[in-house]
């Protein structure tokens, strides 16, 4: 009873935000979402199923993606409006020009659900971070993965210099190589590093250790934050709505996750639908790590300014 309430509260003040509450009945338009098959998407999917974005009169489509190559060349073309993706990715966009603005935190390592763990292949006898010194990581390059995997190895004490990565880009070839051993150890995205766990890889380090570094964001092309605005408002409160359901009732969503979101069959019974972060901005520390990252590795020239690629205008109430 309290979370139908909590529902109707929540479509009833953004009604009244809107012309004379009578917008909301009208039809807003379309958003054309990309959405890997990742648990940080997951809201998008129980807005729909639960009739949120058309309750608020908008029409999300749901583009699923294969890779975030694909993700973000459609976004370059003008295909969609939006996606959940990084820091880094936001700011790659804007090297040479503002295309999009982080308009909110889609998820970060929250409870028991990390969004990134480093793990080292099963008997290897890699169990702290300080046995990675030297040794090759596998993962993709010049992407969050590796920002991540650097900012944890770091804190937890390993020097910069004792630090080494090998490219291995295609996630599935990367677990196989650790769990052959072929490699000694890998930085792996949930819910794939989980089953590398329930497959036999060791655990050296998560990103709950560092939960101010790691998360996934919700961007908007500047394009339609402008020529879309209230659409996009709209879209932030339905967000936001399914967050609450999914952290209010996580196994009631479990198959819907299962459906859309790529769990490993290893784990499919036991991988918990994971908590939301709701209504929150990336902090300006957030965004000058990643800044000063990127411009170390090549990847901009200079940081880009925290105001030009981040807003607070479309946070839900």
């Known amino acids: 009873m309290q979370k ?10 953004w009604l009244l935000t809107t012309a004379g509450g009578v917008a909301a009945t009208e039809q807003l ?27 608020l009169g908008l029409v999300v489509e749901s583009l699923p993606v294969g890779s975030a190559l694909e993700r973000d060349q459609l ?6 409006d939006g996606m959940i993706n990084e820091l880094s990715g936001a700011a790659n966009f804007n090297r040479n020009k503002n ?12 409870g028991n659900s990390p969004l990134f763990r480093i793990v080292s ?16 990581i596998g993962i993709s390059k010049n992407t969050v993965i590796e920002y991540i995997s650097a900012r944890l190895l770091t804190a ?14 295609v996630l599935p070839e990367r677990l196989q190589l650790l769990l052959s051993g072929q490699i000694k150890a890998a930085t792996l995205p949930d819910p794939l590093g989980a089953a590398a766990l329930k497959a036999g890889a060791i655990e050296v380090v998560n990103d709950l250790a560092l939960k101010d570094v790691s998360a996934s964001v919700i961007t908007f092309s500047n ?6 605005k209230e659409a ?7 967000w936001d709505m399914a967050a609450a359901e999914l952290n209010a009732n996580p196994e009631a969503y479990r198959q819907l996750m299962l459906g859309k979101i790529r769990v490993p069959r290893n784990i499919r019974d036991q991988f918990s639908v994971p908590p939301m972060v709701r209504r929150a901005l990336p902090s300006r520390k957030q965004w000058q790590d990643v800044m000063d990252w990127m411009v170390s590795k090549g990847l901009l020239e200079r940081p880009l300014a925290y105001e030009s690629s981040v807003t607070a205008d479309f946070v839900a109430d």
């Open 75 to 80: 976004l370059q073309a003008g295909r969609i």
């Open 99 to 110: 295309v999009v603005k982080v308009v909110s935190v889609a998820r970060a390592p929250l």
């Open 121 to 136: 292949a099963p008997g290897s006898g890699i169990d702290s971070p300080e046995k990675l010194a030297g040794v090759a």
């Open 156 to 169: 937890s004490g390993v020097e910069p210099d004792a630090i080494s990565f090998q490219s291995v880009p």
């Open 223 to 228: 394009e339609s934050l402008t020529g879309k």
């Open 232 to 238: 996009v408002k709209a879209f932030m409160t339905a």
């Open 4 to 13: 139908k309430s909590f529902i109707v509260i929540m479509m009833s003040v």
């Open 29 to 55: 338009g379309r958003l054309r979402m990309a959405l890997l098959p990742i648990p940080d998407v997951l809201p998008i999917y129980v807005a729909e199923e639960k009739g949120f974005f058309k309750d």
